[in-house]
């Protein structure tokens, strides 16, 4: 089992503080370049990762996480329903392995607790048929309650058993547990958690004991994310939270971002690829502060084929959704058939598979 949980000094408000810089300055527009990005081609230091690397805990590494013709599950609450982090790790990857068939499919489930997964989980993972789970779960769990020895057990048990439940099956080969990311709501330009966040910081820490007990890999996303909320708070931008106190899309993105460093993904990886699922004067606010790779995207081709990629994702989670969520196996209709929605699945990912081969095909991504 591999710790990829964050210390205080991980990611540095310091550090941050220089990265998060263009967040001040939200009315810029982009230069008349044709720059991706709309960042200045002069930046330095574009290449390197957001904190010193001696300041942050051993990625584990990518080949091993994921490998040629895998099927990545994200199981979660409301935050994976979004379904804006999934895809842009899915987006990401597809284009640095684009011909390696890795395919990505959206477990989120919203109103859940980790406790509930007994009743559902099953079906999601024997439809998806995944090799690699990623489990992210505590958003709903003790909501408006005070943290307790209760709370937290009950999280645990949850947890444990909607990991043991993921290993019972013989297709999946690994198990990542992701800890619940911090929210912008209780947060304030220091680093004192307020409000909900002295509930998810107390399941995060849960989250990384669960993983340590059963032996699987665990990334840390609350210390990430909490740093950017308070130097986004201290530089008075408005909150990277919609309502329900949901991440943002933009938010989202950086979520992915410590998800694909968590799990090997280099700047010598990502950069080839363009990697910008967000519309360019969007991406290129939090571009600084991603957690893997903040090279200006200065093509404005590649951040276009990296958006078209991420948006088109879209319409597989909404098959899937439907044949896992709507679907009634005892009707025929065509919007009900679960077989009809499995092959209209199918279709769509083979177009995925070719778009992504027509755009990234050509590089050769560092292994």
């Known amino acids: 089992m591999t710790d990829l949980t964050s210390a205080h000094r991980v990611w540095p408000v310091l550090i941050l503080a220089m990265l998060l810089l263009p967040l001040a300055g939200c009315k810029t527009t982009p230069p008349a370049t044709g720059d991706g990005d709309g960042q200045d081609r002069r930046a330095t230091g574009a290449d390197t990762p957001p904190t010193p690397a001696e300041s942050r805990p051993e990625p584990l590494k990518f080949t091993d996480v994921v490998r040629p013709n895998d099927r990545l599950l994200f199981v979660g609450d409301d935050v994976t329903q979004q379904g804006f982090y999934c895809r842009g790790v899915a987006s990401a990857i597809m284009a640095i392995r684009s011909r390696d068939g890795v395919r990505f ?11 509930d997964g007994g009743q559902w989980v099953d079906e999601v ?24 020895d209760e709370l937290k057990a009950s ?5 444990a058993d909607v990991i043991e439940r993921a290993r019972g099956y013989e297709f999946v080969r690994r198990v990542v547990v992701l800890s619940p990311p911090a929210t912008h709501h209780g ?11 002295l509930r998810l910081k107390a399941l995060a820490t849960e989250a990384k004991a669960v993983a340590k007990e059963k032996n699987v890999d665990f990334i840390d996303l609350f210390d990430y994310m909490l740093a950017v909320y308070v130097e986004v708070a201290r530089l008075g931008e408005g909150p990277l939270v919609s309502q329900f106190d949901k991440p943002t899309e933009p938010a989202h993105i950086l979520i992915s971002s410590a998800i694909l460093w968590g ?7 990502i950069a080839p690829v363009g990697w910008s699922p967000l519309v360019p004067r969007k991406m290129g606010h939090i571009r600084k502060a991603l957690a893997v790779g903040n090279k200006p995207v ?3 081709n590649q951040a276009q084929n990296s958006r078209l990629l991420y948006e088109n994702l879209r319409r597989f989670d909404e098959v899937f959704f439907r044949l896992w969520r709507l679907a009634d196996p005892s009707r025929t209709g065509p919007r009900n058939d679960r077989s009809k929605l499995a092959v209209e699945g199918e279709r769509i990912w ?18």
């Open 155 to 159: 999280f645990r048990t949850g947890l």
């Open 298 to 300: 200065l093509d404005l």
């Open 125 to 148: 993972i024997a439809l998806s048929k995944p090799t690699v789970v990623f489990i992210c779960l505590g958003f709903n769990d003790g909501r408006n309650l005070p943290v307790t």
């Open 187 to 197: 947060v304030a330009d220091t680093r004192t958690l307020l409000g909900d966040n």
């Open 350 to 367: 083979v177009e995925l598979q070719a778009l992504s081969i027509q755009m990234y095909g050509h590089i050769e991504s560092p292994r």
């Open 263 to 269: 799990v090997g993904v280099t700047p010598k990886m």
């Open 105 to 115: 499919f959206n477990g989120g489930k919203n109103g859940v607790k980790a406790g």
